[in-house]
């Protein structure tokens, strides 16, 4: 039901675990009609003892809205509970841009690729 | 001077922002904007679509959007109209981070973005009558010869 959800919704996430980090790689477009979806899987695997950072590698999101700040931002909220970081890589220009005018740049780092975002949590974590 | 122009008006349903900024992308596709030009007038009538649907119907997908776009030369307008509830303070809606909406994680940037992303960018709004924004957006690499 939720598979086939998800493929009508045009948008879906692959979880990905490493040690304390949670990977989220997000496909599709990201705006108010999947927002809640994406916050559902995410909050599902973010719950979890074992994850204290995050990473949302962005490379196959083609589309994202001021409904998809919403979504990083509550995101936010929860990893810095765990006094986690969360990281996004691999941002299109359009999406920077967006998240530039938001502010979300002063909280949240962003990496060129997924493997130096992981990079530097290695060093933290 | 050339000039094209087309209107739709579709269910207030948040499946229908996708169908919104995918129609317009496809009326304009002809102007050969660059990709960016694309996805940042994309996100400018996503944020208002959504915003008649959240705000204007409180998602009540009885209620239709209208979308009208036209194209003169290389400049677009867009046109986004609701007849929901309007907007009662039309300069605090625009300031950024504003939102109605504290508590449902909405950033409340979407007139700052549609701002953001438009060379011109107009609200009109009456209580209980509706909202229609307009944008302009001119494309600078279009390759298009008009006569």
Redesign the interface.
């Known amino acids: 039901m939720k598979k086939e959800l998800n493929a009508q919704m045009?948008l879906h996430t692959t979880i990905k675990h490493y040690r304390n980090i949670l990977i989220v790689e997000l496909n599709g477009?990201l705006?108010?009609?999947t927002?809640d979806t994406v916050?559902q899987e995410m909050d599902e695997a973010i719950i979890k003892a074992s994850v204290k950072h995050l990473i949302i590698n962005a490379k196959q999101l083609e589309?994202?809205?001021?409904?998809g700040?919403?979504?990083i931002?509550?995101r936010y909220k929860l990893i810095k509970a765990k006094q986690g970081k969360m990281l996004i890589c691999n941002m299109?220009?359009?999406i920077a841009?967006?998240l530039e005018?938001?502010g979300i740049f002063k909280i949240i780092d962003t990496y060129e690729n997924e493997s130096d975002a992981l990079s530097s949590l290695e060093v933290i974590s | 001077m050339s000039s094209n122009d087309m209107k739709i008006v579709f269910s207030a349903r948040s499946e229908n922002e996708k169908f919104a900024r995918m129609a317009v992308a496809s009326f304009i596709a002809y102007l050969d904007p660059t990709v960016e030009e694309l996805n940042e007038i994309k996100t400018a009538v996503s944020e208002a679509v959504t915003n008649c649907i959240i705000h204007g119907y409180n998602h009540d997908a009885s209620k239709q959007v209208e979308l009208a776009v036209s194209i003169e030369d290389t400049m677009v307008t867009i046109q986004i109209t609701d007849e929901g509830k309007g907007i009662e303070d039309i300069e605090l809606a625009r300031e950024p981070l504003f939102t109605t909406m504290p508590d449902g994680e909405r950033a409340g940037m979407g007139f700052t973005i549609m701002e953001s992303f438009v060379d011109g960018f107009e609200v009109e709004s009456e209580l209980g009558k509706g909202t229609s924004v307009r944008m302009r957006r001119r494309i600078l690499s279009s390759n298009v010869l008009f006569n």
Not at chain 1, 63 to 67: A, C, G, I, L, R
């Open positions: 045009s477009e705006d108010h009609h927002a916050r589309f994202m809205d001021s409904s700040i919403g979504v931002l509550g299109n220009e359009t841009k967006l005018l938001s």
